[in-house]
């Protein structure tokens, strides 16, 4: 009963220190002060900053529930420890302090989570590679297991593609069930990129094989990707502050430069911090060039930005072959059963429980590796 209550006390101290440690009390004034502001009439006069609004609303009440939620869990967990009969209800009341500590813990991760992507939703592609139909039916179990991960941690996700396998029937683990030659998820929960992002990598799979008649030991491949959602940007977007800008303005010239206005209508602006360069001299008035020059500048603005995101995406997705000599974890079912993963040199002979979903401690190791090199296990 005393260690019961001293859990509770301690789980109690962890959460204060931890809404220290975020400013919870400052979240909760500036989501005060942007219900206001959506409570006022012209509210939703300015698109653009209506919807940045709406997201920052969207965000800090998700913090702020999160945390009002694990206090309420908590005191209930308290309100229930005064007046427990049996071994059987303690030992209940033990597994719901588990359940708020493992969820503290995943909280605690997501605050050191400080890459620029870290906090996007995310989409992951799994692509069979060498072994023929062993690979195809690796990838099938891949993404059962991502899935009932998933799941386990109340992720939403949708299949954005999928190309099954050419030949009919998978192993007779698989029930029959076809193989996958590719498979595209897109995960939407907050900070999803920076939980998987070090999945990526080539996933190993040495096992007696379903579909050789010599039952042989066969070794397949699978790459997996995991790619932050990147915001599309739109035009309306694009803020152009005075301070950014030259504006000068100049005659209109015509065929053999020859000035075909004695007014100075034609408009030249720079956007400073890119260089970038608009000219218009096509209207009869100063303020038309002004207003058709400023559209193309955000033209131009946009379409590098467009380039630069491309750029981004590309220098994400680095191309790995899923082969020898590439892979990250090994899963191993005969002739012995382990999981081991390369680069934090966790691993378990638990492989069932592993291809049930079971992965965050293969998934915590490598955050937390990254958060801290001189981690890694000898």
Known sequence: MNDLKSKIQEIRNNIKKLEKEIDLEKKKLELEELNKKMSRPDFWKVPEETVDILKRVKELKGEINFWMELE???????DLSESIDSDKSSADLENQLINLEKQ?????LEIFLSDPYD????????????????????????????????????????????????EPGGSKDAGGEMGLKNISLEINTPYAYGFLKNESGVHRLVRIS???AKKQRHTSFVLVEVLPQIEEIDLKDIELRDEDLKIEFMRSSGPGGQNVNKRETAVRIVHLPTGLMAVCQSERSQQQNREK????????????????KETERKNLRKRIEPSWGNQIRN??????????????NVETSNIDAVLDGEIDNFIKAEMLLNLNPSSKRK
């Not at 069979?128 to 941690?153: H, I, P, T, V």
């Open 331 to 344: 899963y191993v079912l005969q002739p012995y059963k382990l999981v081991k993963d390369l680069r934090t």
């Open 119 to 166: 906090k996007n939703e995310a989409i992951m592609i799994l692509t069979a590679g060498q072994g023929g139909r062993d690979a195809e039916d690796f990838c099938r179990m891949l993404f059962r297991m991502y899935s009932n991960y998933f799941a386990k941690k109340k992720w939403p996700y949708q299949i954005l593609y999928q190309h099954f396998s050419e």
């Open 104 to 108: 503290i813990e995943d909280k605690k």
């Open 210 to 212: 379903p579909f050789d």
């Open 72 to 78: 309420k869990k908590l005191d209930e967990v308290e």
């Open 293 to 308: 020059a400023l559209h193309l500048l955000k033209l131009k603005i946009f379409n590098a930005l467009q380039q630069q």
